[in-house]
């Protein structure tokens, strides 16, 4: 039985991260929009919900932890997954006690993603 | 799921707290019988091993710094590694103080309510704590700040303290995430790296990161390329390491340190 796929948004302010992880996310069928800004990925996020949302923590204007938030209360059953090459104890339990469905810390491999995004896939679809 | 350590400055009130947390939300224990599979496994003395636990080397003692060191590592890494297997309460084996930055490890400190010594007693027990940990770890153990949870039996009674332990540890920040479980796994490695070098060698410090190892040591100049060598062979034969890099301090007073 084919599942119908995935829309992932991925929003990092460097332009690297979205170029990398979306053709490696792409590749399993999911549709990916990448975003270098927060406010814009919001304002796409306002339009249409996604099933998945991948942010970074530290970014101008808006951080990660508040896309986590305005995220989540606009789409409870939307799975928020926090990357960030700042990683600590504090923001990783402020991120989860906020809400996100897990924290990778930077550099990863796109297939540690892909796992993270295979068990939310499995929540969403449960 | 999550990990809880439990730490007191009294052992038996240590124990029993973490037997019954362990009890109330069907989790392992962890706690010293597994000293013995540690002698068996890294083929030392159980007897030496649970000394070190609690006195530091000295002079007048018949265990000398770094056979200290190696036996406090073994139990490290044998910790350490049981505790990846998640769901567990853990106590009386140090783990607070080496098993840092790991966000889904609830650490916790009971304060004993313990009536049967006197102020000065527990001063001073208290203080032997304080040298150990220093010793062992540079990690002043009685500094309550480094603990998520603090309970002092003086206020609240055991039954009361382990259903606030169950409620914590309930939290949504205390619960595995990936990011945890790599922090674990790196910290499980370099003490499987430290154990191994520690065998032979001292003054080793080491870190991991996705199966990448750096090692900081100390030698003269004339045992520099020596120690090197060999501690990329040792690192490198453990599993899980993909890459070992070694940094040289020079050993000023020209002593050879393995």
């Known amino acids: 039985m084919n599942e119908q796929p995935l829309k992932i948004m991925v929003i990092d302010d460097e332009n690297i991260v979205g170029k990398r992880l979306k053709p490696a996310l792409e590749k399993t069928g999911d549709i990916v929009e990448a975003f270098e800004e927060g406010e814009t990925a919001l304002a796409r996020f306002a339009q249409e919900p996604f099933d998945i949302v991948v942010t970074d923590i530290r970014m101008e204007k808006i951080d990660g932890i508040e896309i986590l938030e305005r995220i989540l209360a606009k789409s409870q059953r939307t799975k928020v997954i926090i990357i960030t090459g700042y990683a600590t104890v504090e923001i990783a339990r402020e991120a989860l006690s906020k809400g996100a469905f897990d924290f990778i810390a930077k550099p990863f491999k796109p297939s540690d993603l892909r796992q993270i995004i295979e068990r939310a896939s499995k929540e969403l679809r449960s | ?258």
């Open chain 2, 1 to 258: 799921m999550s990990i809880i350590i439990i730490a007191s400055d009294t052992a038996e009130i240590e124990h029993s707290i973490a037997q019954k947390v362990a009890a109330a939300m069907d989790y392992q224990l962890l706690d010293r019988r597994i000293l013995e599979d540690t002698a068996k496994k890294y083929q030392i003395d159980p007897g030496k091993l649970a000394d070190a636990m609690k006195t530091t080397p000295s002079l007048f003692k018949s265990l000398s710094s770094g056979q200290w060191r190696y036996l406090l590592a073994c139990v490290e890494a044998h910790v350490l590694d049981r505790l990846l297997a998640d769901k567990i309460v853990c106590c009386g084996l140090s783990a607070h103080l080496y098993v840092t930055g790991v966000s889904h490890a609830l650490n916790v400190r009971i304060l004993s309510g313990d009536d049967s010594q006197s102020e000065k007693e527990r001063e001073n027990r208290l203080q032997q704590r304080k040298k150990w940990s220093m010793a062992a770890y540079n990690e002043d153990e009685t500094e309550l700040s480094r603990y998520d949870l603090v309970i002092n039996l003086d206020q609240i009674d055991p039954a009361e303290a382990v259903k606030t332990i169950t409620g914590a540890a309930g939290y949504r920040k205390f619960q595995v995430m990936t990011y945890s479980m790599k922090c674990l796994s790196d910290l499980a490695l370099a003490a499987r790296v430290n154990v191994a070098l520690l065998k032979t060698m001292t003054d080793i410090s080491v870190q991991a990161r996705d199966g990448s190892v750096i090692v900081s040591t100390k030698a003269g100049n004339r045992q520099k390329r020596k120690k090197v060598e060999t501690i990329k062979e040792l690192a490198g034969k453990v599993e899980g390491v993909r890459y070992v890099e070694v940094h040289v301090k020079k050993n000023l007073l020209g002593v050879t340190t393995g």
